[in-house]
């Protein structure tokens, strides 16, 4: 099996997050040095393996049930190499610490010693009041340590050492700390890492982030364990099979567990950063939009999936005020919010046929390493819990990337189903081929942690909800095999040949773009794809109507643009794109009026090449010039561009456009 302190797994995947959080405050612990305070020491294998994660560690000070260390100006290489060398030392302490290596005024002591000599370098380390004695015992030590102002605390030991202002000693239950530990309010670090289980309570993790601290919880940073630990269990069900089957033996079982390690550690880690990543993104979606997380919370709690009060979660009330003060939920939080909703989607996969879809077997290959798939297909189509991997592997890739109220408020909204949102949303993602393109943004992610790379991530989740709508309104009947087969080749045609189905200022529009995406670092296939997300559901409603007429696509995506340039619809698509909305109503009506407008354009492009087909393009140019609702739309196009940007003034618009059809095919008729 998988040694995890050997592969320093559940270490490595909190020290994503930690990544993360050092991203988003501007640190670049890749390039820059950090301070740290820990709890532990380098025998442990959450905080040996996480304090050699990097050369740039300034470990200042750190403590086990048995040490308390003090280095307060170390040199990072070289302290880096003693904690490597204490890490392989067999049962190494503290003790173990070469003296010489240490900074001045640094030193071991022994955590229940009643002396302890404070030094002016320590004192400046610590930021000591005044008041504080130049003495002190072990357990007070260890109190000021962890209120020490660094850049991250660590946690790789056992007990809990941060509670909330309101709990008491008793609360945490945890009494072998009690003397030493502190109220969130006093932490001063900017980053915690929970290598560690139950390091805080939950109430302290939502104290501290409330202050502007960066921390998700336990659950989050060292699920690299558990998760590693799913995926042996996985390897060694379909290796049982194989080994009955007698195309492997024991041995060489073994030796396939440690050739695929690597691999499966890296899919494990992946995970970890798509968690941290979900979450930075979730705070910054419920301050914008803080209405569908009470929405959300509200439906979890009457399904029984959460308790608010429990859970430590907001309530009705509290989030009305964060509204308010626009503020949204906090990351401890919404790590709570993230694993309700695997749970209800997940529980909502295993009870659908879905999950039998031939489409989603990719989601079955993809969860094992590359030899394993390509030598024994077979026996992983029939593993035994192949139908839970698919779920979990569905539920992990769509929630982490669409957010924690993606399918909530997709149901609520369409009043639709959970399976109808997800069937929608994979039927997206298959179409726009957007696993490719989200690991693409995260390797680029790994190399930068910018913005720009979130903002990617932004604007491929913002079409792809586009596109899971458009799916849900209008094949909420068909199964996912089918209607990715229906639309498929189409939508990739034309991605390809997208400069002869747009307009010049679309075109622009287009090129402009592509030049843009290929500079943050994007591959030509990814650039083209994020450059014509804006024209996606127009393209959408092209493929319609190219299977209603039966024709071909690109002569097809012509007409529509003439149809389109006639009745200036990109004006009144732009102008919708423009509008502000003020509220959850007035957004999905907007929504609504949009859907009308490119639909009532797919209807007039079939009736209109169908005419092309039998009388000259003059002929129906001018049958249309002729309409009496196009120079009506015309005028109030105008009116609009030159007054009044509303989803009320857009609405009237799309009424004479859904008009548009009927009198089209009359005057196409006469």
């Known amino acids: 099996g998988y040694d995890h302190k050997l592969y320093g797994i559940t270490a490595r995947g909190a020290w994503e997050c930690v990544r993360r959080h050092f991203a988003n405050i501007g640190i670049d612990g890749a390039r820059e040095t950090f301070t740290v305070v820990g709890i532990g020491d380098m025998s442990g294998d959450v905080f040996g393996n996480?304090?050699?994660?990097?050369?740039?560690?300034?470990?200042?000070?750190?403590?086990?049930?048995?040490?308390?260390?003090?280095?307060?100006?170390?040199?990072?290489?070289?302290?880096?190499?003693?904690?490597?060398?204490?890490?392989?030392?067999?049962?190494?302490?503290?003790?173990?610490?070469?003296?010489?290596?240490?900074?001045?005024?640094?030193?071991?002591?022994?955590?229940?010693?009643r002396e302890i000599t404070i030094t002016d370098e320590v004192r400046e380390l610590l930021v000591l009041p005044d008041e504080v004695p130049s003495i002190m015992e072990g357990e007070e030590l260890i109190s000021h340590i962890l209120r020490a102002p660094v850049d991250l605390l660590w946690n790789g030991g056992i007990g809990?050492?941060?509670?909330?202002?309101?709990?008491?000693?008793?609360?945490?239950?945890?009494?072998?700390?009690?003397?030493?530990?502190?109220?969130?309010?006093?932490?001063?670090?900017?980053?915690?890492?929970?290598?560690?289980?139950?390091?805080?309570?939950?109430?302290?993790?939502?104290?501290?982030?409330?202050?502007?601290?960066?921390?998700?919880?336990?659950?989050?940073?060292?699920?690299?364990?558990?998760?590693?630990?799913?995926?042996?269990?996985?390897?060694?069900?379909?290796?049982?099979?194989?080994?009955?089957?007698?195309?492997?033996?024991?041995?060489?079982?073994?030796?396939?567990?440690?050739?695929i390690a690597d691999e499966v550690v890296d899919e494990v880690l992946r995970h970890n950063f798509n968690h941290a990543l979900a979450l930075t993104v979730g705070v910054e979606r419920s301050r914008r939009g803080i209405d569908y997380f009470q929405s959300l919370l509200n439906s979890l709690a009457k399904k029984g999936i959460v308790n608010r009060e429990i859970e430590n979660l907001p309530d009705n009330e509290e989030l009305s005020e964060r509204s308010r003060q626009q503020l949204g939920l906090w990351k401890p939080e919404l790590a709570i919010c993230l694993a309700s909703v695997k749970r209800w989607v997940k529980e909502e996969l295993e009870g659908s046929s879905l999950l039998e879809d031939s489409l989603l077997q990719q989601f079955l290959f993809s969860y094992f390493p590359k030899k394993i798939r390509e030598r024994y297909q077979e026996e992983i189509v029939s593993h035994p819990l192949a139908k839970n991997i698919i779920g979990t592997q569905v539920t992990n890739e769509l929630i982490d990337s669409l957010g924690v109220t993606f399918v909530h408020r997709m149901c609520v909204t369409h009043s639709t189903s959970a399976m109808n949102v997800m069937k929608s949303t994979l039927a997206a993602d298959a179409l726009m081929g957007a696993r490719g393109i989200r690991e693409e943004i995260r390797q680029l992610s790994r190399e930068e942690n910018s913005p720009a790379t979130l903002q990617l991530l932004s604007d491929l989740h913002e079409a792809l909800r586009n596109l899971t709508a458009w799916f849900i309104g209008y094949h909420s009947?068909?199964?996912?095999?089918?209607?990715?087969?229906?639309?498929?080749?189409?939508?990739?045609?034309?991605?390809?040949?997208?400069?002869?189905?747009?307009?010049?200022?679309?075109?622009?529009?287009f090129e402009n773009a592509y030049s843009e995406y290929l500079s943050r670092g994007l591959c030509e296939a990814s650039a083209r794809s994020f450059a014509s997300f804006p024209f996606a559901l127009l393209f959408m409603e092209i493929l319609w109507a190219t299977r209603r007429l039966d024709e071909d696509v690109l002569k097809v995506a012509k007409c529509f643009a003439e149809v389109s340039q006639l009745v200036s619809a990109l004006d009144v698509l732009r102008i919708g794109c423009e509008i502000n909305t003020n509220s959850r109503w007035e957004a999905e009506l907007l929504f609504g009026v949009l859907k009308d407008i490119r639909r009532a354009l797919s209807l007039v492009t079939c009736r209109v090449f169908q005419h092309q087909q039998s009388k000259t393009t003059t002929s129906v140019s001018r049958a249309l010039r002729d309409s009496e609702t196009i120079p009506a739309i015309l005028s109030l196009i105008e009116d609009m561009q030159a007054n009044e940007h509303s989803v009320t003034a857009l609405a009237v618009v799309a009424r004479y456009f859904s008009d548009l059809p009927k009198q089209i095919q009359n005057a196409l008729s006469s």
């Open 160 to 259: 809990t050492y941060v509670k909330s202002a309101q709990e008491s000693h008793a609360d945490v239950n945890d009494g072998a700390n009690d003397l030493v530990r502190i109220n969130a309010t006093e932490l001063r670090a900017r980053v915690v890492g929970e290598g560690g289980n139950l390091g805080l309570t939950q109430k302290a993790r939502i104290e501290f982030a409330k202050r502007g601290g960066h921390i998700h919880t336990d659950a989050i940073d060292n699920s690299g364990g558990v998760d590693l630990s799913d995926h042996e269990v996985n390897l060694k069900i379909l290796f049982q099979t194989l080994m009955a089957k007698e195309k492997i033996t024991v041995s060489e079982r073994n030796d396939l567990l440690k050739e």
């Open 50 to 113: 996480g304090m050699l994660e990097s050369d740039n560690i300034k470990l200042l000070a750190a403590f086990n049930h048995r040490h308390i260390f003090l280095d307060p100006d170390p040199d990072p290489k070289t302290s880096f190499a003693e904690r490597k060398r204490l890490f392989e030392l067999p049962r190494s302490s503290w003790s173990d610490y070469d003296s010489a290596l240490m900074s001045r005024g640094g030193g071991v002591f022994e955590r229940s010693s």
């Open 477 to 509: 009947r068909s199964t996912l095999q089918s209607v990715v087969g229906y639309y498929r080749e189409g939508y990739s045609e034309l991605i390809q040949n997208i400069e002869e189905c747009l307009l010049p200022g679309q075109r622009a529009e």
